[in-house]
């Protein structure tokens, strides 16, 4: 069956410029959360979720980014003026409610340059 | 949430039993104790999760200690492919998992 899907698998962007990072969570499943790992870092939560409502943003690190997410489906994370320490592999996940087992996608390899 | 504390880094051989430690001493009544492996280049992976009783699935066992102050995840015969980052988590039910830095298995032929 279809996992967590997301695009592009890698981006390399310029210093300044803005993107666009997608995710498509398994079908039915309405806990959708953002993580992010630097390289041979740990995962960092981003942001959570729940249908289209986000309770939990605590863990977006500046104001460049945001995330949104329509229908109850598809996220977009998007940053804003890209700096080089935003380089890292954003991971998005969902889960069929909140409190059950996340799902993993393989993540897009962002490269600011 | 609960803090763990993971071994770095562990080997096992090929075809043995693969024992990943985790303690967590300060962890609460409500809070469940979950694992996740990350294979090179991929996604975190979920194996498998407890409360208080033991807990086996296709993949691997979950054994909790009575007092819930440590559990240790057995993978029963490791394979070459099992060699991966493993994370335990403590979590309320609802809660946001915070990944820690995990075990570096290597399982060696």
């Known amino acids: 069956g279809a996992g967590v899907s997301q695009s592009p698998s890698n981006k390399v962007t310029e210093k300044g410029k803005d993107v666009e990072l997608r995710c498509d969570p398994i079908?039915?499943?309405?806990?959708l959360y953002w993580y992010r790992q630097s390289l041979g870092q740990g995962l960092e939560f981003l942001i959570y979720?729940?249908?289209?409502?986000?309770?939990?943003k605590s863990g977006l690190p500046s104001d460049r980014f945001s995330a949104e997410r329509t229908g109850g489906s598809v996220s977009t994370l998007t940053i804003q003026r890209t700096q080089q320490e935003d380089s890292a592999v954003y991971l998005c996940?969902?889960?069929?409610?909140?409190?059950?087992?996340?799902?993993f996608g393989n993540g897009t390899r962002l490269t600011v340059t | 949430d609960a803090k763990t504390t993971q071994p770095p880094s562990m080997d096992c051989a090929e075809g043995r039993a693969a024992n990943l430690p985790c303690n967590h001493s300060?962890?609460?009544?409500?809070?469940?104790v979950y694992w996740y492996r990350q294979i090179h280049s991929q996604g975190p992976q979920y194996i498998i999760h407890?409360?208080?009783n033991n807990e086996t699935n296709e993949m691997a066992s979950l054994i909790i200690t009575e007092d819930r102050k440590s559990s240790t995840l057995i993978l029963p015969h490791a394979t070459l492919r099992d060699t991966a980052v493993y994370y335990c988590?403590?979590?309320?039910?609802?809660?946001?998992?915070?990944f820690g830095q995990g075990t570096e298995l290597s399982v060696k032929p």
């Open positions: 407890g409360l208080k």
């Open positions: 079908s039915g499943h309405t806990a």
């Open positions: 988590i403590v979590i309320n039910q609802g809660g946001k998992l915070i």
């Open positions: 996940a969902s889960s069929l409610a909140n409190g059950t087992p996340l799902h």
């Open positions: 300060t962890i609460s009544g409500n809070e469940y």
């Open positions: 979720f729940q249908g289209n409502s986000a309770p939990d």
